[in-house]
Each structure stands twice: as structure tokens, then as C-alpha cells.
């Protein structure tokens, strides 16, 4: 069965450090990783997802085979990016749902 | 910002009595889902539809009930039988292409549910 494992609950870090939410994942066969993200009194919704190899409000994804992970990095971190981080996997060619890890609250200090 | 709305945002529940979340969607979306989500535990699946009269199991399906009679509706019951009810409740849903893939999740609002 896939795994996702998200070793911090709460990372705290200054306005303007980089910022590093770890995501490692088990799964045999071949993932698709996905950041979600939830803003104080928001939905959860999508923040990125490897397939689109896009920068989302400077936070980039690489997913590393090798190492079984797909962290998450921004250069920067500003206020706003305090939140409820999710990793979540789903199987490319499988036929169930998305697997989330437990979350990561991340919190800005200014 | 509507697409997938939840009702009530609020709900309070004696012990004993079985209680209905409605879930409702109008993205033409296939497939839905029912998610709780407690401090410290994430996300975790309770059921999932990917077709219309057709759902699964999912981790935590105990206590739990589901109907899917029509595309843009899944209402969740929770009854009596849920040891633990007391959390907040995420419905989402996600076009699911040729049946085989999972696309992105959209998310309700959620509704906090309190056992009294």
C-alpha cells in the first residue's frame, strides 16, 4: 500500500529564510505527488504538482525517485505563506484516491 | 466561489442520533469524496464515489454511511455507531477521466461536526 510521511508537524521559520517541508512517500510503482495548501478560514485547494514542474508563489517541487521524496522549497518565505501543508500521492495507473500525509503547519515569523 | 458547498458549516449532534452532511457539486464532476480531517492526523478517506449508485470504502468507513443517487450530490450520515464523531468533515471532488486516473481535488468549506 503507498505511504505518505510528512516528519514535522510544525516548522517554524523567519520572514524572508527558505523554507523546506519535507514529503517522503513508499509506493512501488509510478506516483504522482501533489502539494495542497490551507490558508487560515480557506479551503484546501492545490498548490502544485510535479507533472507541471511549475513554480506556485515561489515554492518549487522535484520529485526524487531515488530518494523516495518530494519536498517542498521556497527561497523566501513571507507572512502569507503560513498555512496547513499537505503532500498527497496518487497512483498513475491505479484506480483509487489520493493518499495524504498528515500535514506540516508551517508558520512565518515576521 | 461556489463549485462544491457543504451544509451546514456548523453542526451539533446529541450522542445517539444519526446526522446527514450534504455535499453538493456543480463542476459535472465524476467522482466525490468524504474526508475527515482531525489535528495532527490529516486527511483521512471515509468513502469515495466514482459513479452515480456506485461508492467504496474507504479508511475509516466505520459509522459511516454514503448515497450516491445523482451526480452533483453525496451526503455523508454519520450515526450512532461512529465511537468518535466530534471533527471536521471535508467533502471534495475530482473529474475522473476514462475511470482510471484521479485528476485534482476541489474541496468544500467542511462542516464541524460537535457530538454534545
Known amino acids: 500500500a503507498q505511504r505518505v510521511t510528512q516528519p514535522e508537524k510544525l516548522l517554524s521559520v523567519f520572514k524572508g529564510a527558505p523554507v523546506e517541508l519535507k514529503c517522503n512517500y513508499s509506493y512501488s510503482g509510478s506516483p504522482e505527488l501533489f502539494w495542497y495548501v490551507q490558508y487560515s478560514r480557506q479551503r484546501l485547494q492545490l498548490l502544485l504538482r510535479h507533472i507541471s514542474r511549475e513554480s506556485i508563489k515561489g515554492f518549487t517541487a522535484d520529485l526524487n525517485k531515488g530518494e523516495t521524496s518530494f519536498h517542498l522549497k521556497k527561497p523566501f518565505a513571507q507572512e502569507e505563506d503560513s498555512a496547513m501543508y499537505y503532500c498527497a500521492l496518487s497512483e498513475r495507473s491505479g484506480n483509487t484516491p489520493l493518499v495524504f500525509g498528515k500535514g506540516t503547519r508551517l508558520s512565518v515569523i515576521a | 466561489d461556489g463549485g462544491i458547498t457543504q451544509s451546514p458549516k456548523y453542526l451539533f449532534r446529541k450522542e445517539g442520533q444519526n446526522v446527514t452532511l450534504s455535499c453538493e457539486q456543480n463542476?459535472?464532476?465524476?467522482?466525490m469524496y468524504w474526508y475527515r480531517q482531525d489535528p495532527g492526523q490529516g486527511l483521512r478517506l471515509i468513502y469515495y464515489s466514482q459513479i452515480v449508485n456506485d461508492f467504496q470504502k474507504g479508511d475509516i468507513a466505520e459509522g459511516y454511511s454514503v448515497s450516491r443517487e445523482k451526480k452533483e450530490s453525496f451526503p455523508l450520515t454519520v450515526t450512532s455507531a461512529q465511537k468518535n464523531p466530534t471533527a471536521f468533515y471535508l467533502c471534495?471532488?475530482?473529474?475522473?477521466?476514462?475511470?482510471?486516473?484521479?485528476?485534482?481535488?476541489?474541496f468544500g468549506p467542511g462542516t464541524r461536526l460537535t457530538v454534545l
Open positions: 463542476l459535472n464532476h465524476d467522482a
Open positions: 471534495a471532488s475530482s473529474i475522473d477521466r476514462e475511470g482510471r486516473e484521479f485528476d485534482e481535488q476541489f
